[in-house]
């Protein structure tokens, strides 16, 4: 008898797989930008479930074989670009194209404003800046918030992808009870999936197999898991509130301008030298606030020019990485640094969760190039963003250690 209902239970759990093997489908299509021309590595993922996704390939075309229910949305996220959520179904057909809009990154403010004595600008900018920071006090989450998130992270040399990350995971941010002290951030990969280029992965591959030094193999290894540059990403890309109360003491470095009739932008710029003026650095910080002094966007540009009176030998072990990084047909055997000019930019877009202040997206990009004596330049950029899929503040608790420790489940993602 029990033979029998085991047999029949076995029998039936096998249609049942077998049925859902045979309602996946294939969903297709292509990404443009709005010229018409094709998005690579464009990340497409369900929004419901964002473990299962693609990405485009260098023709900006993608197949996503998947199950999921005819109510569910597909997004398409390509950094530097307004992200689209569209139903699933709109990729039934072969022929679906979607066209993604430029997302500008920095604000331009236009409107003129009339002239002011100089101590009533002061003034003024003096009482915003303490207004925004109370604002902040207020708003910012004084309880631990898990957020879920999905992250990509892209490289690219001389405009060409050679390898693209995507990480969905959770982060949890614990607030200090001083508020000179930063937030405990502590993030955990759940799910990684990795496109890149096959020739690319094999000398990365071997030279890290070759590398002697026990430190830089471990930092390679730990960022080839994850987790070091997407948590850093959250971190380096948040406003610091105390940084803010003390910058407010340095009004003359604060300018103040109107975007529109409800927005106000507040800048930051410093000029730093070192090295007798080897080392330029320009940093600047913007604070885009709506009516109520409640943050809208923050970001941060770090540029940083380098310029030596004579030059420097790479050495060998170095110049591998950086051919392998430079992606050319011609190989660079010497490389003698002389300049080199990098930008750094971070951004952090705010929406409110009740009445929190929770970020919504977080990006940075660094680009810029090495150049050596013989003005070779080697260029590189870095892009990565953030985007929250969900918000927890009820009974968030922090991660135990062996969480934090554990290791990512990682695919290679076919580009098709």
């Known amino acids: 008898m029990f033979r029998f209902i085991y047999q029949r239970a076995f029998i039936v759990v096998s249609l049942l797989l077998v049925f859902a093997s045979m309602s996946a489908s ?5 990404v443009v930008d709005e010229q018409g021309q094709a998005l690579g590595y464009t990340s497409i993922y369900l929004k419901q479930a964002p473990i299962y996704g693609t990405a485009t390939n260098t023709d900006g075309y993608f ?3 998947v199950d999921a229910d005819s109510a569910s949305s597909l997004v398409l996220s390509c950094i530097g670009y307004a992200t689209q959520e569209l139903p699933l179904a709109t990729f039934a057909q072969a022929d679906a194209i979607v066209t993604l809009s430029e997302q500008p990154v920095l604000l331009t403010p236009t409107t003129v404003e009339a002239k002011k004595t100089r101590q009533s600008k002061r003034k003024k900018k003096a009482a915003i800046l303490h207004e925004i920071y109370t604002q902040l006090q207020a708003e910012c989450p004084s309880q631990p918030v898990q957020y879920n998130i999905v992250s990509d992270i ?3 040399a001389k405009n060409s992808p050679w390898g693209m990350e995507q990480m969905i995971g959770e982060v949890i941010q614990i607030p200090s009870s001083d508020v ?10 759940k799910y990684c999936k990795r496109y890149c280029d096959s020739l690319v992965r094999q000398h990365a591959d071997r030279l890290l197999g070759e590398e002697q030094d026990k430190r830089r193999q471990y930092i390679a290894q730990s960022i080839d898991s994850g987790m070091i540059v997407h948590r850093e990403i959250w971190k380096l890309s ?3 509130k105390s940084a803010l109360l003390d910058l407010s003491d340095e009004l003359s470095r604060w300018t103040m301008t109107k975007p529109d009739n409800k927005h106000a932008l507040l800048t930051y710029t410093r000029k730093r030298d070192y090295f007798l003026g080897i080392v330029k650095v320009v940093e600047s910080q913007n604070l885009l606030v709506d009516h109520s002094a409640s943050l809208q966007t923050y970001m941060q540009d770090i540029h940083v020019k380098l310029f030596l009176p004579f030059s ?5 072990s170095d110049l591998e990485w950086l051919n392998l990084l430079n992606m050319d047909d011609e190989r660079i055997d010497k490389f003698r640094l002389k ?3 990098f930008t750094i930019h971070f951004e952090t877009q705010y929406t409110h969760h009740g009445d929190l202040l929770v970020p919504k997206q977080k990006s940075a990009l660094v680009e810029g190039w090495l150049e050596d004596k013989n003005k070779v330049q080697l260029p590189c950029r870095f892009r990565g963003v953030q985007y929250i899929t969900d918000i927890q503040t009820d009974d968030v608790r922090p991660l135990p250690n062996y969480s934090k420790r554990s290791k990512v489940a990682r695919v290679i993602v076919p580009i098709y």
């Not at 000179?180 to 990969?189: E, K, M, N, V, W």
């Open 339 to 341: 300049k080199a000019d």
């Open 312 to 316: 420097i030998r790479i050495k060998d």
């Open 238 to 240: 948040q406003i610091d």
């Open 63 to 65: 197949v996503l074989d």
């Open 26 to 30: 294939l969903y297709q299509g292509r």
């Open 154 to 156: 892209r490289m690219d």
């Open 180 to 189: 000179t002290l930063p937030d405990s951030i502590q993030f955990i990969g």
